[in-house]
């Protein structure tokens, strides 16, 4: 099992910490710099995982965002990313500076792609309203009773 060293390096106030209400989750909680969410990452180009090396090297030149990491596996789903600048203790070399998508991390849309925090992670994500609430409200609203096949 990996030892986590929690390097903070940060000011006090983390600026992704607190609630954040999405259109279908309501994430909560901070960083608390695990350094998992910086491996093991699927790199989505055109809504569709990167798949191979040459598709990765292909697109680097067009994404320069893409420098901030380097392949170190691939599965069903397609190749698994770290970034760059984690360093041997978990923490991040550039969290000062790091960029806007690290900052923003993690957002509803990366649940949305099925995104799966760690369970170090210092966020979570609630969903703002179940499907079963949704199905019930719709159905309220169409006026239909319980069983009711729609074609």
Known sequence: MLEVVKQWVAPPEVPQAGEVTGSYYVRSGSCNQCGDCCTGIYLIHENQTIQTHEQFEALLPKNPEYNY???????????????????????????????????????????????????????????????????????????????????
Request: glycine letters at 8%; charged letters at 20%; hydrophobic letters at 30%.
């Open 69 to 151: 990491f380097k392949p170190i596996d691939q599965d069903e789903s397609g190749l698994l990313f770290e970034c760059v600048h984690l360093q041997e203790n978990r923490s991040c070399g550039i969290y000062e500076h790091r960029p806007d998508f690290c900052r923003r991390y993690p957002s509803e849309a990366s649940m949305l792609q099925g995104g799966v925090l760690s369970a170090c992670c210092g966020y979570s994500f609630e969903v703002r309203q179940r499907f079963e609430a949704v199905l019930k409200q719709t159905a309220q609203q169409w006026q239909l009773s319980p069983g009711t096949y729609l074609p």
